[in-house]
Structure formats: C-alpha cells, structure tokens
C-alpha cells in the first residue's frame, strides 16, 4: 500500500459523547463489517465494556474508503471525477479518565485525531484532557458535533463552544450523527484531506529514516495461548513478512514473525505491513515479560538505538487482593500474570497477611481501573476474591532523617515515630452549571480542596480548577459531585505534585487483635468520624460469640471509638429438669468460669464475608 493514501487516526472525548457508535458507523459505511453482522459497539468487545456502555481497551481497526477527486484538464474542458482508494487506519480510545494511558499510547499511532463532543452535552472535563494530549502529540485535531439528531440537542451553541475551544472557524466543525449516519461519510472524506499521511508527518518532522530498515513501535499487545505474544504495532519505516528475523530493541530478544496481518477488527492475514501501516506480529514467544508497550520491533539486522517509546504508567491507587480460599493462591498467581500480558498498566507483588493469608498487592491508573481489573479477575478466572480497602501512595520521613514510601496503610508507621508526611496532590477542573456552584463549594471544602480559580465556559456553564489531595478524591468524591449535581457535572484531574499531609493510621481491634485488612491512613480532623462509622458497621455485620468481645478503632495511641458484641445468651442447666437446685447452680458457675477464660484467652474468627462487606461502600 502506498504510504501516502495512508491516514491514522483516532477518536477522542468525554466518556459517553458516542465514540464507539460513530465507530459502529464508519464501519458500516465503509463495508468493513456486513451490515448483516453489524452489532452495537462493535469494537467493544469486553463482556464488560458492553455492559458498562464504555470503551476500556483501545481497538484498531483498518478500512478502506474511495473518494472521488477532481481532475483538471485543459482550459475549456469538463473536469473529471476520479475515484482514489484510501486505507483508514482507527483507533478507538477509551473514554473515563482512568484509561489516559491508553489514549497517550493510541495517538503516539497516528497523525491525527477527531475531537468528538456531544452536542447534547457540550464540552466536557475530559475533552479538554483528552485535547490536550493530543495537542502535546503534535496530531492534527478535527473537531466533530455528535448526535445532532438528538430532540435535546444544542448544536449551534455547542459548534460556538468548540470554537472558542479550539480558535477555529464554524465552517471547521463538522456535524454528525452516530445513530442515523448523517455527515458519517462527509467526515472520512475530510479525515482524507485534513490528516497528513505518514509519509507528510515524518517529513515534516524531519525523522524519515533513509535507511528504510524495517523499525516499528509496539503500542500494545495480547497472548494467545496457541501463538504466544502478539505485539500491535505501527510501522515507522520499511516492511516486515512472514517468516522474517525480526528484534525486541530494549529486550534484546531476537525471534521469527510467525505470522503478520491487520485488524478487520479480527486479526486478518496480511502479506506483508509497509511504512505508515498499523498491524500486528505474532511472535510465538510464550515468556512473560519479554514484550513491552513502548519497545521498538525491528529487523534483527538493524543497528540503529529504539524509537522513543512511552513513560511507564504510574500505578496511584493500591489495593491487597486475597483469594477467598488459599487452595485457589497459585489460580490467582496466574490470572494476574495472564491479565498483566493484556493491560500493562497494572502492577501485582505477593504480600501475606496474618488474618487473610497469602495475596497479592496490586498497582492501578485509577479506581475505576481496579473495580475492571478485580470484575475479571472473577468473571474469567471464576474466582472469589477479597479486596482490601483502596490505599494511595505515602512518603514519610522518619525520626533520624530517614524517607520511606508506604504502600499499605498496615505498614504506616506511629505517629510518634513520624517527622513529616506527604502525599499526591491532584490539579482537577469540574465543569458545572451555575446553580450548583453552592453546593459544589461545600463538597470541596469537606473534601479539603482547595479552589484556584472559577471561570465561565460556554453557554451558562462554569469551569472550577482546585488543588485536592488524591486521598480526598477517592473518598466517593465523584459519586457526591455526580449526585449533588444531578449529574451534570463532569470532572477531569492530573496528578501534579506531593504536599505536606496531616494523616493518621487508624487501626482496628477485634477483641483486643489488630486486623491488618482493616487498617486505613486517614486526615487527622476526620478521625472521629471515621472511627465511628468502621466501629459501628462492623458492629452490624460481625457474628456473635460465646463470649462478649470488643470492636474498638485506635488512633493517636488511644481508643477513640468501641462497641461490644455480647455473648450468645446458652444455658448450660437449661435442660435439666428436676433433682436439687444446687446441682443447677454449680453448672451455670462452671459455665460463667468457662466465659470468663474464653474471654481472656479466646479468639474471634472474622468470617470471609465480613472482610468483602468492609470494603463495598454502603453496606
């Protein structure tokens, strides 16, 4: 294929703005998929991304799309139409603000990118995020109003808004619908004028290699167990075959392309992949480790250094993962490992615990990413899990001078061992409308943010940027914003920085025990507060004994909130019947002896359950 009739692309926006429709749509249109076959988000094909109605892996898909083009002739002659064959090369992008790293890897692809917005909606935290980045990318933006057949769409007042966004003219902006189809066919031709081709990209930048040795970059991949690691990649220059010596750069690891083909979405066959072109290689390696997002693929005869490839994604949000039953420790090893080949992202380290056994402590982009990656894990593997309580990172100076960073809030040192503690801040926008500015203020502030600046956006609508600690945001922030704005609200962040932080350890004690699993960092002025509330719902949900015990919370170095569990009220004398009442009397005694050293000297077994309760929010 010549480079040149070549254009990469992707679609960007907030979640729910109706990208994999438009997606859905350009498939059909093209041909790519029967219209016989076609189904809703077709390029989702997560049991769960259909059921969420959310994007979660990036997708390619290749088409082929015929433009007419006019020819001129000699002065007095008819011009002439002429149709031109061009592949279109899309990659689908998640849309929730967690999956930003799969959007990074997706437009470093391509040269260009369609800015979806919602003309029902407007534009969006995450729109902005999202243009930014590609922006940073140096990719060519077109920007696009979608569901402008919606009866609650304000299309003209929306187009106003992308403009004054992007600085373009109206004419600039594109109008479609994903449902129905209109201005779908439009919009490829104008991805064929606007976006350059690769070939127009790296000439521009002055980075064609003259060489034209065959060198590509890995944007992502996944494992089969037929056929090992199949790496995607785009091929920065030359052309790779079948049956080809081919070189991990950074893994210095040589193999033969088994196989190399192009997305239809399937995985299809292809005689060769050129320059400019988005495919895949199997490799048959069946290692883990060995393939990795960023690292360059190229011919094993190849001397020059690796292509630049992408920051390490930095996991934000930790949490402990247990099987339910310790039988099932070496089944969750491997669905850990199998999970890691397809999303890179995620990090995993065995740990143990004293009270849930042998786990895993486990790195995610986001609390979204860890509600999808724990869902599989179940879903695919059939495994029941218990989740500890989502922690952030800490870094703690110690008395001495000595720097620890903490992952795990059972490992937070004591208060009195501790000189200074800082933790990740994030730069967040909100887009809201007015009259929820009030309350939007109160939430912030129990959420310990601190406001930067408020500004008008659009029509009727205001923009507030705040510095918050991540801790805050994980606190069901974004479920009170959407509830307190009737979900109109939208919410972007970036982390930007580490602050000073005024946090505590709280522990929990059951009948006088530490219970690791339950341990959490929390703000200092919150503390009572949050006692409270662990103390009384495990009051509410752990069993009764034969014996009384305590629940208790300590902090500071001292209880600060406790309730007890009385002791199942058994008889021992209740079935005797009649002979000399002594005889009743010295059993009870010897019963309430037997309580008191069960007291003193029993433990309590915290049922599974009751660890999966702790940790859902409103149970």
Same mark, same amino acid.
């Given at each position: 294929?010549n480079?040149?009739?070549i254009?990469?692309?992707s679609?960007i926006?907030h979640i729910d703005?109706?990208?994999?429709?438009?997606?859905?749509?350009?498939l *059909?249109?093209t /041909?790519t998929?029967?219209?016989?076959k076609?189904?809703?988000?077709?390029?989702?094909s997560?049991?769960l991304e259909r $059921?969420?109605g959310?994007?979660?892996?990036?997708q390619p898909?290749?088409?082929?799309?015929s433009m007419?083009r006019e020819e001129?002739?000699q002065q007095?002659?008819?011009?002439?139409?002429s149709k031109?064959?061009?592949?279109?090369n899309l990659?689908?992008?998640?849309g929730?603000?967690d999956f930003?790293?799969e959007v990074?890897?997706a437009l470093?692809a391509?040269?260009?990118s369609?800015?979806l917005?919602?003309?029902?909606?407007?534009v969006q935290?995450?729109? =902005?995020?999202t243009l930014?980045?590609? &922006?940073?990318?140096?990719l060519?933006?077109?920007?696009v109003?979608?569901?402008?057949?919606s009866p609650?769409s304000?299309?003209?007042?929306?187009?106003? $808004?992308?403009c004054q966004l992007l600085?373009c $003219?109206?004419s600039?902006v594109?109008?479609?619908?994903?449902?129905?189809?209109e201005?779908v066919?439009h919009?490829?031709?104008?991805?064929v004028l606007?976006?350059?081709?690769?070939? $127009?990209a790296?000439?521009?930048?002055a980075? +064609?290699d003259?060489s034209q040795?065959?060198?590509s970059l890995?944007?992502d991949?996944q494992y089969?167990?037929?056929?090992?690691?199949?790496v995607f990649v785009r091929?920065?220059?030359?052309e790779v075959k079948r049956?080809?010596?081919?070189?991990?750069?950074?893994?210095?690891?040589e193999?033969?392309?088994?196989?190399?083909?192009?997305f239809k979405?399937?995985n299809t066959?292809a005689e060769?992949?050129?320059?400019?072109?988005?495919g895949y290689?199997?490799?048959?390696?069946?290692?883990?480790?060995?393939?990795s997002?960023?690292?360059?693929?190229?011919s094993n005869?190849?001397a020059l250094?690796?292509?630049?490839?992408?920051?390490s994604?930095?996991?934000?949000v930790?949490a402990s993962?247990?099987?339910?039953s310790?039988?099932?420790?070496?089944? =969750?090893?491997?669905?850990?490992g199998?999970?890691?080949?397809?999303?890179?992202s995620?990090?995993?380290e065995?740990?143990?615990?004293?009270?849930?056994?042998k786990?895993y &402590?486990?790195?995610?982009?986001? !609390?979204l990413h860890?509600?999808?990656?724990t869902?599989?894990?179940?879903?695919?593997?059939n495994?029941?899990?218990?989740?500890t309580?989502?922690?952030?990172?800490y870094?703690?100076t110690m008395? /001495?001078?000595k720097?620890?960073?903490?992952?795990s809030?059972?490992l937070?040192?004591d @208060?009195?061992d501790i000189?200074?503690?800082?933790?990740p801040i994030?730069?967040?926008k909100?887009?809201?409308?007015?009259?929820?500015?009030?309350v939007l !203020?109160?939430?912030l502030?129990e959420? *310990?943010?601190e406001?930067?600046?408020?500004?008008?956006?659009g @029509?009727? &609508?205001?923009? #507030?940027?705040?510095h918050?600690?991540l801790r805050e #945001?994980?606190r069901?922030?974004f479920d009170e914003?959407?509830?307190a704005?009737s979900g109109?609200?939208s919410i972007?962040?970036?982390?930007?920085?580490n602050?000073?932080?005024d946090?505590?350890? !709280?522990?929990?004690?059951?009948a006088?025990?530490?219970v690791?699993?339950?341990a959490?960092?929390?703000s200092?002025?919150?503390a009572? *507060?949050?006692?409270?509330? !662990?103390?009384?719902?495990?009051? +509410?949900?752990m069993p009764?004994?034969?014996f009384t015990?305590?629940?208790?919370a300590k902090?500071?170095g001292?209880?600060?909130a406790?309730?007890s569990i009385?002791?199942?009220?058994?008889d021992?004398?209740a079935?005797?019947s009649g002979?000399?009442i002594?005889?009743k009397?010295k059993?009870?005694?010897k019963?309430k002896? /037997?309580?008191? +050293?069960?007291?003193?000297?029993?433990?309590?077994n915290?049922p599974?359950?009751?660890?999966v309760?702790?940790? &859902?929010a409103?149970?």
């Amino acid at each position: 294929m010549n480079p040149a009739n070549i254009r990469n692309f992707s679609i960007i926006a907030h979640i729910d703005h109706g990208k994999s429709t438009l997606a859905d749509r350009m498939l *059909e249109i093209t /041909g790519t998929i029967e219209k016989r076959k076609m189904q809703e988000q077709v390029l989702d094909s997560m049991e769960l991304e259909r $059921e969420r109605g959310i994007t979660i892996k990036m997708q390619p898909v290749r088409m082929a799309w015929s433009m007419e083009r006019e020819e001129g002739t000699q002065q007095g002659e008819a011009t002439k139409q002429s149709k031109e064959e061009y592949i279109l090369n899309l990659i689908d992008t998640p849309g929730h603000i967690d999956f930003s790293y799969e959007v990074s890897r997706a437009l470093k692809a391509v040269e260009g990118s369609i800015l979806l917005v919602d003309a029902t909606q407007g534009v969006q935290a995450q729109t =902005l995020t999202t243009l930014n980045m590609a &922006r940073e990318a140096g990719l060519t933006i077109i920007p696009v109003v979608s569901k402008i057949d919606s009866p609650l769409s304000s299309t003209d007042e929306v187009v106003a $808004e992308v403009c004054q966004l992007l600085g373009c $003219e109206k004419s600039e902006v594109l109008k479609v619908s994903g449902r129905t189809g209109e201005g779908v066919a439009h919009l490829l031709d104008q991805i064929v004028l606007r976006v350059p081709s690769p070939i $127009e990209a790296t000439e521009k930048l002055a980075s +064609r290699d003259s060489s034209q040795a065959f060198r590509s970059l890995i944007f992502d991949f996944q494992y089969s167990n037929h056929t090992g690691v199949i790496v995607f990649v785009r091929v920065m220059s030359g052309e790779v075959k079948r049956h080809d010596r081919l070189l991990f750069k950074i893994a210095e690891r040589e193999f033969e392309a088994i196989e190399v083909g192009i997305f239809k979405p399937d995985n299809t066959p292809a005689e060769r992949l050129g320059e400019g072109e988005i495919g895949y290689i199997v490799t048959g390696i069946k290692e883990p480790g060995v393939a990795s997002v960023g690292d360059t693929v190229s011919s094993n005869k190849d001397a020059l250094p690796p292509l630049p490839g992408y920051m390490s994604p930095r996991p934000v949000v930790w949490a402990s993962i247990y099987p339910l039953s310790q039988d099932d420790l070496s089944l =969750l090893r491997q669905a850990l490992g199998r999970l890691r080949l397809t999303d890179s992202s995620f990090t995993y380290e065995e740990e143990s615990s004293g009270t849930l056994g042998k786990g895993y &402590r486990c790195g995610f982009l986001g !609390m979204l990413h860890m509600e999808i990656i724990t869902e599989r894990l179940r879903r695919e593997f059939n495994l029941e899990l218990v989740v500890t309580q989502p922690s952030i990172t800490y870094s703690v100076t110690m008395k /001495g001078g000595k720097e620890v960073t903490i992952y795990s809030p059972a490992l937070f040192p004591d @208060d009195h061992d501790i000189i200074a503690v800082s933790e990740p801040i994030v730069t967040m926008k909100i887009i809201t409308p007015p009259t929820y500015l009030g309350v939007l !203020m109160r939430l912030l502030y129990e959420h *310990e943010a601190e406001v930067l600046a408020t500004e008008n956006f659009g @029509d009727n &609508r205001t923009m #507030l940027t705040s510095h918050m600690p991540l801790r805050e #945001l994980m606190r069901n922030f974004f479920d009170e914003v959407k509830s307190a704005t009737s979900g109109y609200a939208s919410i972007s962040y970036d982390i930007t920085e580490n602050r000073k932080a005024d946090v505590i350890r !709280m522990d929990i004690m059951v009948a006088d025990e530490p219970v690791v699993a339950f341990a959490r960092v929390i703000s200092r002025r919150r503390a009572q *507060e949050e006692a409270t509330q !662990m103390v009384e719902k495990l009051h +509410r949900i752990m069993p009764r004994e034969l014996f009384t015990y305590k629940i208790q919370a300590k902090a500071f170095g001292r209880i600060i909130a406790s309730e007890s569990i009385s002791g199942k009220k058994k008889d021992a004398a209740a079935t005797l019947s009649g002979g000399d009442i002594t005889r009743k009397m010295k059993l009870r005694e010897k019963q309430k002896e /037997g309580r008191k +050293r069960l007291k003193e000297h029993g433990a309590v077994n915290i049922p599974q359950d009751v660890f999966v309760k702790m940790m &859902r929010a409103g149970e």
